[in-house]
């Protein structure tokens, strides 16, 4: 009786030892599992409050103040056969000063010339060489506002600071309270910033030389990354002995995959531009510099989707008579696509966002007309990033956290559509 009385203490001792355990076990899970969902929160708040700041850095940047002119097209002034000396500027001068007849000292004329961009001149010929048929007309075109201008309609600019404490005097501030009074100054879509190149001027400054350069430049390193990386994955892969020799290329772009950007940038300044004489600051030389730089993820990620295509499908198409290169290429490589094309896409994603190695081949220079093919001098929309934020104009950094907006745009379209390509094609087995 003693004796099965102990054994069912023991028992009872066990099983609570048990319960003990497994309940430690399942509060450390749960704390585990906390941590891990505080992380994931902390994180996303973390991105969260990254894009906030740059949204509302930015999104006055779509928007440009202009002032309207009524301008009177002279025809003793503009010669529709010879446009390219009309005095354009006098002509916007004239209609300005009109605006506000009581101005008439000389240095107010120029803090009044001074609210207008050195751009209304250009707006005005564009509008003349478009609408030929206005000569001797009077128009009303509106033309860009200078930078100060267009911060202080934004309300970048506190009106109530100290006149010292202000870029705009007294007299300019009282000039624009008229020209608002008057219905005469408003903001507008900026399509300057999507339509012109770069500029000394931030009013006048746009991304589309930037993103010219950038296409170039993709092009480029997809056409010569992308063949040469599936290329590459599938000998390693499917043709190549396992040998030192291969152990160490493998090894190789395994480490080059980890290399920093800028020893990239170094190698096409030494090769490319002083060996080969490539055009410096060209798209033709950045694309092949990033070609360098995205062909390891390719060839990693192209080896992955090849190991992940089941041995059976190897086998079959064997199995049936085909040989080992018919093999490949009808069965093996078309299965692993998706995964190469996402590998490619991110790889592509990485270079459009890489600065370093396009300073070091000079794409950092001052780009101001837009290139027309691969060998003129361009600059890309990270370097024209970095060139804004390191301008001391107000106006400037908006322009930054707008580019910088239109960047990551472009990164999260080339991302989702890897997911997509991977979902859309990816085959389970």
């Known amino acids: 009786m003693n004796k099965e009385t102990n054994q069912s203490n023991g028992s009872v001792r066990t099983a609570d030892l048990v319960q003990k355990g497994l309940a430690r076990r399942y509060k450390t899970e749960k704390r585990f599992r906390m941590a891990g969902l505080c992380a994931i929160i902390f994180s996303l708040l973390c991105l969260?409050?990254?894009?906030?700041?740059?949204?509302?850095?930015?999104?006055?940047?779509?928007?440009?103040?202009?002032?309207?002119?009524?301008?009177?097209?002279?025809?003793?002034?503009?010669?529709?056969?010879?446009?390219?000396?009309?005095?354009?500027?006098?002509?916007?001068?004239?209609?300005?000063?009109?605006?506000?007849?009581?101005v008439t000292d000389r240095g107010e004329k120029k803090k009044l010339l001074s609210l207008l961009s050195s751009g209304a001149s250009y707006r005005l010929s564009d509008f003349v060489k478009t609408h030929p048929d206005k000569i001797g007309q009077t128009v009303s075109l509106f033309v860009p506002a200078d930078d100060d201008v267009d911060m202080l309609i934004k309300g970048h600019v506190n009106r109530n600071l100290p006149e010292t404490e202000r870029r705009l005097d007294n007299l300019q501030l009282s000039l624009i309270n008229t020209l608002e009074k008057q219905a005469k100054i408003k903001k507008q879509f900026n399509t300057t910033f999507f339509t012109a190149g770069d500029s000394r001027e931030p009013e006048l400054a746009g991304i589309r030389g930037a993103t010219c350069g950038s296409f170039y430049t993709l092009l480029i390193t997809l056409v010569l990354s992308f063949p040469i990386g599936v290329a590459a994955a599938v000998y390693l892969e499917e043709f190549a002995p396992k040998n030192r020799f291969t152990d160490v290329i493998e090894v190789n772009i395994n480490n080059l995959a980890a290399v920093p950007s800028i020893v990239f940038g170094l190698l096409g300044l030494a090769v490319f531009l002083n060996f080969f004489e490539l055009p410096r600051s060209s798209s033709l030389a950045g694309g092949i510099v990033l070609t360098l730089m995205t062909l390891p993820t390719i060839i990693i990620a192209g080896r992955a989707a090849l190991k992940s295509v089941p041995p059976s499908i190897r086998e079959a198409a064997l199995g049936v008579g085909a040989s080992k290169t018919q093999m490949v290429a009808h069965h093996v490589l078309p299965l692993a696509m998706p995964g190469m094309l996402t590998g490619t896409i991110i790889g592509m994603a990485r270079a459009l966002g890489e600065t370093a190695p396009l300073l070091m081949i000079g794409m950092v220079a001052f780009i101001v007309d837009i290139p027309a093919g691969f060998t003129d001098p361009s600059t890309v929309l990270p370097v024209q990033i970095f060139l804004w934020a390191d301008s001391p104009e107000r106006a400037f950094m908006e322009k930054t956290s707008a580019a910088i907006m239109v960047l990551l745009l472009f990164l999260v379209v080339m991302n989702s559509a890897a997911v997509f390509l991977r979902k859309k094609y990816e085959q389970r087995w």
Not at 51 to 79: C, H, K, M, R, W
Not at 81 to 93: E, I, R, T, Y
């Open 48 to 102: 969260a409050g990254l894009f906030v700041s740059i949204f509302g850095s930015g999104y006055t940047a779509f928007q440009q103040t202009a002032i309207e002119l009524d301008i009177f097209l002279d025809p003793s002034l503009l010669n529709p056969n010879n446009l390219s000396g009309a005095d354009f500027n006098g002509l916007v001068k004239t209609s300005f000063f009109k605006l506000f007849p009581e």
